[in-house]
């Protein structure tokens, strides 16, 4: 398993948001906690077997077995019902958390056809959610596997106490921003 981006931001990146933000305390640093993996998946009230084709999906792609996630209301113009299965999340911390970062960032975002960056728009609390529109981008899925195309939301969940300290982490982490300040100055 690789430990290359957990390295890079214990010896290089920590010391220097320590240094940029003027922040005494080590514990204070920005960090990355988790990353949550979700899968909302289209057409699951007609045919179940779409959930538990995102979950295989989403298991091959993260290493570790989603959780199904279920409908809290029930919505008669989409015939759902309350409990009924839609989709389907993972959440990575540690060393899978380090592992997929790393994977997402340096193998599967740059194989989007007409990739320039990622929106650099982060929620207000330093935590960051990117929606993919496929899982074909991803290596660990075959092109001739794939029964749907299925997209999902990535969320990054930071210990940052603002928007600039979570984008300079990122960016930081090789997110590859599309403005490159934008982040700064939300």
């Not at 990353?35 to 057409?43: A, E, F, L």
């Amino acid at each position: 398993m690789s430990q290359r981006l957990k390295d890079k931001y214990e010896n290089e990146i920590k010391g220097a948001l320590k240094e940029r933000f003027e922040i005494g305390n080590d514990l204070a640093v920005p960090q990355l906690v988790k990353i949550v993996v979700n899968m909302g998946v289209k057409g699951a009230v007609e045919n179940k077997a779409r959930v538990d084709a995102a979950m295989r999906n989403l298991a091959q792609i993260t290493g570790q077995q989603p959780t199904v996630r279920k409908a809290k209301n029930s919505i008669a113009g989409f015939k759902l019902r309350e409990g009924m299965p839609i989709g389907c999340a993972v959440t990575l911390r540690a060393d899978r958390m380090w592992e997929f970062a790393d994977r997402l960032i340096s193998v599967a975002l740059p194989r989007i056809r007409d990739f320039r960056g990622v929106k650099s728009k982060l929620d207000g609390r330093g935590n960051y959610t990117l929606g993919l529109s496929e899982q074909s981008i991803f290596p660990e899925i075959h092109f001739d596997q794939i029964e749907f195309p299925q997209g999902m939301d990535v969320t990054f969940v930071t210990t940052a106490a603002n928007d600039e300290q979570g984008y300079a982490l990122l960016k930081s982490l090789g997110m590859p921003f599309a403005d490159q300040e934008a982040g700064a100055s939300a």
